[in-house]
């Protein structure tokens, strides 16, 4: 009687197990990328959002469209908003400063630029124009 209850006891776990390998239960992939790597894992997606929001202060509808017909929420691979745009081409400059001028070690760091460099936290970034 015991073997019986051990084995089914194994089969529900192997039936559970392989149940997780299943398409349905794989993260869906982020589609619609144009600037980040289209292998990023979802986790490090959002904290790349993330550093977005705290670098601009600014929350994920500056960015994104809202869900059309009324849906509530946001439309993550949606173009409509202007301001996505403007954000990809904000990484792909950014990109271009630090391979052009900080791709050498400096007292052992590799130092850079980041949205954070220039918006400290706005929306706007700040500078300060020289006559």
């Known amino acids: 009687m015991n073997r019986k209850i051990l084995i089914i006891f194994a089969l529900c776990g192997l039936v559970v197990g392989l149940s997780a390998f299943q398409p349905g239960n794989q993260p869906e992939k982020p589609k619609n990328l144009k600037v980040l790597p289209k292998n990023i894992s979802q986790e490090d997606l959002e904290k790349t959002m993330r550093a977005f929001n705290v670098a601009l202060g600014v929350k994920c509808g500056h960015c994104h469209a809202p869900k059309a017909n009324g849906e509530r929420g946001l439309d993550f691979v949606s173009d409509a ?51």
């Open 81 to 131: 908003n202007p301001m996505k745009n403007v954000a990809r081409e904000m990484m792909k400059m950014t990109d271009k400063i630090n391979k052009k001028h900080f791709k050498h070690e400096h007292e052992g760091l590799i130092k850079n630029i980041s949205c954070n460099t220039c918006h400290n936290g706005k929306a706007e970034p700040f500078t300060i124009v020289k006559n």
